[in-house]
């Protein structure tokens, strides 16, 4: 028997666990889970359990719908909840067909098959998210903060942080280390900062964060979320990523000779995400919601750059920290926190790759200053503007070679019809801005 999984068995008998949750995510990023009692355990980490894949958006057609959830042992995990009065644990799953080959609508699949064409290359994929979210007083509209706070606001504005040091203290039993925290920019607007694993493990982090946030919120009787913009005067709510390939337990985006410290590497990871930027959009904002965010004067990118300090780039180089290599990164900064991280680490790893792969060259780096240009001046300098609607980028991805073959044919087409369906019905929506604006004059 795999010492892993004798782990698991042996765990879950000499902690009382009476359930194992299984989780998976359908292509949108939603957690999807079904539970097992322990008397099925063994089979399922040998064999994998059978589900009805037609049940799951973005998995499989009603003729085709059996599909395996295959628990990966190295996820287990007893999930501490307080609301949870039985032993509970879970395993994220792969999800396989009846004959044991990987599916291709699985995102966490996905994600393995471009960490693979990673590692052929040489390199291991690392990150660590910024994630941000609100706590509201419920999930009704119109919104209602829990706080007045600003950036770095401590008590009584930020009445929250208990809120925050319980959701830290879950994570930490969960084996997800968390390396900096505090109340954001807009009122009842918090950040979590994971320490940088490989982006397998942190994708599955990114997944178990955003529902520890809402069980704590939930245990406390408000309401936490992801969604990107849900103030329309306040900053939304982003996901900026930090950056770096490894090499030989190397730092491959470091070289003290190169441009502020980039290796070629690194400079043609830039180039490869600012060259591709327009058709991974689609993916690192997946909502209609997303692009209310990225809109000038809210610290959103908004175009197609780089820069070393400039908040206002796509892509951000922080300072290296003297006398450790390992620090150099890059930081992209479009995505938000409601995406599926499986395929936003995704497109971001294929693109940066292509970059490197192919010897894109790095345009220069650009200043805030972009934001004072004309679109005249900023067309002359090569400057793009990022997608402004969710069907700018659906218009970007649709031609794009690289996303197709980093989703794969099957997560390709169905997310792109899913998207096109999303923005048919905003499109068809009359909001309460056009009631009140042109109902009492029209």
Excluded at 262 to 284: N, P
Excluded at 377 to 382: D, I, L, M, P, V
Excluded at 396 to 410: F, K, P, Q, T, Y
């Amino acid at each position: 028997m795999d010492r892993q999984h004798e782990y698991v068995l042996s765990t879950v008998k000499e902690r009382g666990i009476r359930f194992i949750r299984l989780w998976f995510t359908d292509v949108q990023g939603f957690l999807k889970s079904f539970a097992i009692t322990p008397a099925e355990l063994p089979i399922a980490l040998e064999e994998g359990l059978s589900f009805d894949g037609s049940a799951i958006d973005g998995f499989s057609r009603t003729h085709e719908a059996d599909m395996l959830a295959r628990p990966d042992p190295a996820t287990f995990q007893v999930l501490p909840w307080k609301n949870d009065e039985t032993g509970v644990a879970r395993m994220f799953c792969d999800i396989v067909t009846p004959e044991g080959e990987p599916f291709a609508g699985d995102p966490r699949y996905v994600l393995r098959r471009n960490l693979e064409r990673a590692a052929d290359l040489g390199y291991s994929f690392y990150v660590a998210p910024e994630i941000e979210y609100f706590y509201f007083r419920d999930a009704t509209s119109p919104p209602e903060a829990l706080d007045r706070g600003g950036y770095f606001d401590l008590t009584p504005l930020d009445v929250a942080q208990e809120y925050r040091r319980s959701t830290i203290m879950l994570l930490e039993q969960l084996g997800i280390p968390v390396a900096f925290s505090h109340h954001e920019v807009s009122p009842s607007q918090h950040e979590l900062d994971l320490r940088h694993t490989n982006a397998l493990a942190m994708a599955d982090n990114i997944i178990t964060t955003r529902l520890a946030v809402k069980e704590v919120a939930l245990e406390h009787g408000i309401y936490a979320t992801f969604m990107p913009k849900p103030l329309e005067q306040f900053d939304g709510s982003g996901m900026h990523l930090h950056l770096s390939l490894f090499q030989d337990d190397q730092n491959a985006f470091h070289d003290e000779n190169g441009l502020h410290g980039l290796s070629k590497v690194g400079q043609g990871f830039i180039a490869g995400l600012l060259t591709h930027a327009s058709e991974i959009t689609a993916i690192t904002n997946q909502w209609v919601n997303s692009y209310k965010r990225l809109v000038g004067g809210f610290d959103a990118p908004v175009f197609e750059t780089w820069a070393r300090n400039d908040q206002s780039a796509l892509v951000r180089v922080p300072a290296t920290k003297k006398g450790k290599i390992d620090s150099t990164r890059i930081e992209y900064r479009s995505p938000d926190p409601a995406t599926n991280p499986y395929l936003a680490l995704s497109v971001i790893l294929a693109a940066g790759l292509a970059g490197v792969a192919n010897n894109y060259e790095l345009p220069p780096e650009t200043g805030s200053d972009v934001l004072k240009m004309s679109r005249e001046q900023r067309k002359e300098a090569g400057v793009r503007h990022l997608p402004h609607t969710l069907r700018d980028a659906i218009k970007a991805m649709e031609s794009s070679e690289l996303v197709r073959a980093a989703l794969g044919d099957h997560v390709f087409e169905w997310f792109l019809k899913n998207k096109r369906r999303e923005w048919a019905q905003y499109e068809q929506h009359v909001s309460q801005y056009e009631l009140e604006e042109y109902l009492p004059v029209l």
